[in-house]
């Protein structure tokens, strides 16, 4: 798609074919949450006060497929004490709420995150998780000229990366351009 005006010209290169894509989501299987034992905390770090209560909550909504209230949890666990467990914790609530983008964030961190580190059975299903996540999500290139150009998905302001690479659900999405003396273009 190019954008022209007298003094500029926008390109924009879409990676994907008419920047549509639908996709029938099935039902998610509901994922399982054990915590494979204790897990190492680096030494004379101690886990703060309300920490374990605010695990537990997390692991109790989970359980019960209160995912939303699941995530709260998690959260106020991850602002106690971050660690690998709770970012998983938040991936895989992300991922039942059909949150993809988030959900494969949270993993891949958690995946990295020494604190509290994820391993074994744990990591592989952390893995596993980030590749069926990765499976709803869908990557669009823009070449913007101007540099100045801003882009709006779905009417909301976006950071191009310096990649240009937009990471997004598979689904339909409505982009627009606007520059400077260009008249704003958009399509979905």
Do not use: C
């Amino acid at each position: 798609m190019y954008l022209q005006s007298d003094r500029w010209n926008v390109s924009i290169r879409l990676a994907t074919a008419l920047f549509v894509a639908t996709v029938v989501l099935s039902a998610a299987t509901p994922v399982a949450l054990g915590q494979s034992g204790p897990a190492k905390t680096a030494p004379g770090h101690r886990e703060p006060p309300g920490y374990k209560e605010a695990v537990g909550n997390a692991l109790g909504e989970f359980e019960q497929a209160n995912f939303v209230e699941a995530r709260e949890h998690f959260l106020r666990a991850h602002r106690l004490f971050p660690n690998a467990r709770t970012l998983r914790g938040l991936g895989m609530s992300e991922f039942e709420l059909r949150n993809y983008i988030d959900a494969a964030s949270y993993l891949r961190e958690a995946l990295t995150s020494e604190e509290k580190r994820l391993d074994g059975r744990l990591r592989d299903k952390a893995i596993a998780l980030v590749a069926r996540a990765s499976a709803y999500l869908g990557t669009v290139r823009l070449r913007l000229r101007p540099a100045t150009a801003t882009v709006r998905v779905d009417g909301f302001a976006t950071e191009l990366p310096a990649s240009g690479e937009l990471t997004l659900q598979i689904g339909d999405h409505v982009l627009q351009v606007q520059a400077p003396l260009l008249t704003p273009q958009q399509t979905t």
